[in-house]
């Protein structure tokens, strides 16, 4: 008998196949029962006619019979002919009863195999690998930046130390774009796509203390050539969950409408701009501050496509960002705000590459020379123009699947007060 995916049911309907899952819900009355089973690749009803052996929830079983169609819609159906127990559940947390977060966190281990987080892991999928579709079909080289680190990227005060034997201390990585920076020279477009970490105070919709970044660098590549890139890729990873991951959609019960429309070119506004159009809205934005969460909110619901903010004061950017030459008090950034209401889900700049300014800004960031040495190589052997920029997979997960908290968008989230399972 073969043994088929549940997805590829449709290819064999009358013939008899096999298939292998769990039971995810179950009601029988009198001689007919109805099973259904869940195997990973999809979901579908099982009818049992013969007696049925004692099933629960979660129940893990082997079953062979005829595919048939149902009467009235597209979906196929098994007529069991023969049903083996693998395991018989014990009485499963997860029920169909609504359950608060705490206790569905407490269980994530199980939670991921409901259908909403079963969809979302999927999409999650779908965005990494077009990612890495896209990147390659774009000649960039993957290179996989260390986590244990010498030194702060994105500031000090979210870094997480670890105690590293004679050497006394190292951090993890907050982002991997310093070592990108070093590969473009060898390699002139780069990225690398890996877990980070972020002693984040904040306990917000949008924070996690481990998220996974995708940081790309590209050699003589500037300011508005890194934000066509940034676009380009943004619109390409959500047409493709638009063609693979309909029936994900419908399960998370995600409108395709906005979706549809992201595509390139996105919308761009200075800081300056976004200030006085917040103002004019009546919220509380600075010109010389960083956009706070319920203004990101605000501005994010505005737009129908993602829109770049530019140029930011550079005082409330990292280190590294190349200023403006038109006004030095601004760095060459670009922030891209996701719409719906989602906010940033992409940090980026042009670097800075002459190593005298290099050198100034460690020193206002009072960030320590011996550390950056290697960074301040790569200014003495060749430097260039160049510019790069990082997604964080989290927030775009929770973008493309209309998610509440980004918690809900990595498999196991690490956040202040949450460290299990
Ligand atoms: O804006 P960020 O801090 O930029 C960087 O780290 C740059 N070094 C990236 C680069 O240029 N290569 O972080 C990039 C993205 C943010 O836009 C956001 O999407 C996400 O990472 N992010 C977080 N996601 C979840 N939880 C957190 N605590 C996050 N902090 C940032
Ligand atoms: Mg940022």
């Not at 098994?78 to 014990?90: G, I, R």
């Not at 990225?191 to 949008?206: C, H, I, L, M, N």
């Not at 290697?374 to 060749?382: A, E, H, N, T, V």
């Amino acid at each position: 008998m073969a043994n088929v995916f549940i997805k590829e049911l449709f290819k064999h309907l009358d013939q008899t196949v096999t298939i292998k899952g769990w039971v995810y819900n179950f009601r029988s009355s009198g001689k007919i029962a109805f099973l259904q089973i869940r195997d990973g690749s999809g979901f579908c009803q099982a009818i049992v006619t013969q007696p049925l052996p004692k099933i629960t929830i979660e129940t893990s079983v082997i079953l062979t019979g005829k595919v048939s169609k149902h009467p009235k819609k597209e979906e196929y159906e098994l007529q069991v002919e023969d049903l083996k127990v693998v395991q018989l559940a014990q009485d499963y947390p997860i029920g169909k009863k609504e359950h608060g977060p705490d206790f569905l966190l407490e269980n994530r281990h199980l939670w991921l195999r409901s259908p909403k987080q079963w969809a979302i892991q999927k999409i999650r999928h779908t965005i990494i690998y077009a990612t890495y579709e896209w990147m390659d079909k774009n000649s960039f080289v993957r290179i996989d930046a260390p986590i244990l680190t010498p030194a702060a990227c994105e500031g000090t005060t979210t870094l997480f130390e670890v105690p590293y034997f004679d050497l006394g201390k190292a951090y993890l990585s907050q982002s991997g774009q310093l070592y990108i920076e070093a590969a473009i020279f060898a390699h002139g477009r780069c990225y690398d796509f890996g877990p980070v970490f972020r002693a984040e105070k904040s306990k917000t919709r949008r924070h996690l203390t481990e998220f996974w970044m995708m940081d790309a660098e590209m050699a003589f590549v500037e300011h508005d050539e890194n934000l066509k890139i940034q676009e380009e890729l943004i619109s390409f990873i959500v047409q493709r969950v638009l063609e693979k991951n309909q029936t994900e959609l419908k399960i998370l019960e995600r409108d395709p409408k906005p979706l549809e429309n992201i595509k390139a070119p996105f919308y761009r506004l200075t800081h300056a701009e976004v200030v006085k159009k917040l103002k004019a809205m009546g919220a509380d934005a600075k010109e010389d501050d960083d956009l706070g969460g319920d203004e990101e909110t605000l501005l994010s619901k505005s737009f129908d496509k993602p829109v770049f903010v530019e140029k930011y004061p550079a005082k409330v950017k990292a280190f590294y960002m190349k200023r403006d030459p038109q006004n030095s008090n601004l760095a060459l950034c670009a922030d891209m705000i996701a719409p719906e209401g989602f906010g940033e889900i992409i940090g980026g700049s042009q670097r800075e590459e002459d190593i005298e300014v290099l050198l100034a800004r460690l020193k206002e960031h009072n960030l320590p020379r011996e550390a950056f040495e290697w960074y301040l190589d790569l200014r003495k052997y060749g430097s260039v123009p160049h510019s790069g920029f990082g997604f964080g997979l989290e927030r775009l997960v929770s973008w493309i699947c209309n998610l509440e908290h980004v918690r809900e968008s990595i498999p196991f989230p690490r956040m202040i007060y949450r460290l299990t399972p």
